[in-house]
């Protein structure tokens, strides 16, 4: 079916022979592109813990944390098999990690701004890919990026692992049979990202290919708030520049707004119309939104509310059908050590707590059971079956945060085609779908 982004390709049916891995043993091997915070506390230890895979590789344009992750992996192994070991490779560039025949699969945990452009050269090389959140910088990288995938028959899971937490799947559930009655509204609650960053210039640290970390983004001078700390692992200032992202909106917006989808079964849509409005940092380096509110109405009728949370309205996701509600978070869970904090007491809470233990009945909608979010991904590459968030459903819910970031932008109502995924008669809005990008780094 025609796009204005492109073609929507459906899955191809790929040769048994092609799809056969090359590791000589049945172990997955993977190598890990982007060795930050996320990589370190959350995406490593995902998939190191099974003993039928093994990071072989780790690639960062940083030679500092290049150092630390072979280290850290290292490490790992050594204490796990209680004998000294070594031979983690490493790459500045991933193309030549790409290019190692004996790597199966990559975990890429680089900046939003990368993420699109390495999981397509990834699945071009026959690599198999767990890509974090959010999908694409914008909604024609997207697009490109679950047409790759599904042309290649690679095996393809983002990073939002509350597809695996039981309580997101147990609140999609009762929705979804009736619990709460007629769906009316779904609320999701993201944090805000704080103003602020020094924007003067500063020397490029040595060992640090800056040029490169800039990728398909206009070229601008470094300073340390623009990109990681130089020295631990703390929440990097990157994650507040529009430059390569949109802050929050996709940053946790991909999970909760994914969550929604499943709950409504729409995720291979997206809304008719959307508005939205926020309050956008000035006058420091960070420049992403602050304060927000939007609106979007699906073809089901529903709405989805965007907000800013708050004590009185915690993160998470509040459904409101016509006899009752239901509420899920993360609760206490955290996948990086300076992850924002949810501020919900409970995981799970419903208007009357027997809607939470009513059964689902064998005849009734049955969503899928995961567990483990980087389990569920290798499973797949071993069955070669679709894991629970492939690339047209990560490619669908990033989509829907982009949209309501470019009303952000516009403040005003739109109007959405999600067959053609064009907006209708507004020009301006179309021209967002895409952003100019830096040769060499285009695609």
């Not at 050269?121 to 690599?127: C, L, M, N, P």
């Not at 990288?141 to 597809?163: C, D, H, L, P």
């Not at 799947?169 to 007629?182: D, S, T």
């Not at 419903?350 to 969503?367: C, F, M």
Request: glycine fraction near 10%; aromatic fraction near 8%.
């Amino acid at each position: 079916m025609a796009s204005g982004l492109g073609l929507i390709i459906a899955p191809t049916i790929v040769p048994a022979a092609v799809l056969r891995r090359t590791a000589p043993s049945d172990r997955i091997n993977i190598g890990v592109i982007g060795t930050g915070r996320i990589a370190r506390d959350h995406d490593m230890p995902g998939v190191w813990k099974y003993d039928d895979v093994r990071i072989v590789a780790v690639c960062d344009l940083d030679d500092h944390r290049l150092a630390e992750a072979k280290s850290h992996v290292e490490a790992y192994y050594t204490k796990k098999q209680g004998k000294p070991y070594s031979g983690v490779l490493t790459y500045e560039h991933y193309e030549e990690l790409l290019a190692n025949k004996d790597v199966d699969a990559v975990v890429i945990c680089t900046p939003d701004h990368w993420h699109a452009k390495i999981a397509i050269d990834a699945v071009r090389a026959g690599k198999d890919v767990y890509l974090e959140k959010p999908t694409s910088l914008t909604l024609e990288e997207g697009r490109k990026m679950s047409n790759a995938v599904n042309a290649t028959g690679r095996i393809f899971q983002i990073g939002t692992q509350q597809r695996s937490m039981e309580q997101f799947r147990i609140a999609c559930e009762l929705v979804r049979n009736g619990r709460i009655g007629e769906l009316k509204e779904i609320e999701v609650r993201l944090p805000g990202d704080p103003p602020g960053g020094n924007p003067e210039p500063m020397p490029v640290p040595d060992g640090f290919n800056y040029e490169k970390w800039l990728g398909e983004t206009p070229y601008v001078p470094y300073t340390v708030d623009r990109v990681h700390p130089q020295q631990g692992y703390g929440r990097p200032g990157w994650l507040r520049c529009e430059q390569f992202g949109a802050g929050m909106i996709t940053g946790w917006g991909h999970h909760h707004f994914d969550i929604a989808h499943w709950a409504m079964g729409t995720e291979f849509t997206g809304p008719k119309e959307i508005y939205g409005e926020a309050k956008f940092a000035s006058g420091g380096l960070w420049d992403v939104h602050g304060e927000y509110a939007t609106e979007m109405l699906y073809d089901n009728g529903v709405i989805v509310r965007g907000t800013t949370d708050s004590p009185q309205k915690p993160n998470g996701l509040l459904f409101t059908g016509s006899e009752g509600w239901i509420f899920v978070s993360r609760g206490s869970y955290s996948a990086s050590a300076n992850d924002p904090q949810t501020n919900a007491s409970s995981p799970l809470k419903a208007s009357d707590p027997k809607i939470l233990t009513s059964k689902i009945g064998e005849n009734e909608i049955h969503l899928t059971k995961s567990g483990d979010h980087h389990g569920n991904w290798l499973q797949a590459i071993r069955t070669r079956q679709q894991p629970i968030t492939p690339a047209e459903i990560a490619h669908r819910s990033c989509s829907v945060c982009l949209l309501q970031h470019i009303a952000m932008k516009l403040n005003r109502r739109l109007y959405w085609d999600p067959i053609l995924e064009r907006f209708k008669n507004d020009d301006e809005a179309n021209a967002m779908l895409s952003r100019p990008q830096r040769p060499p780094y285009q695609f």
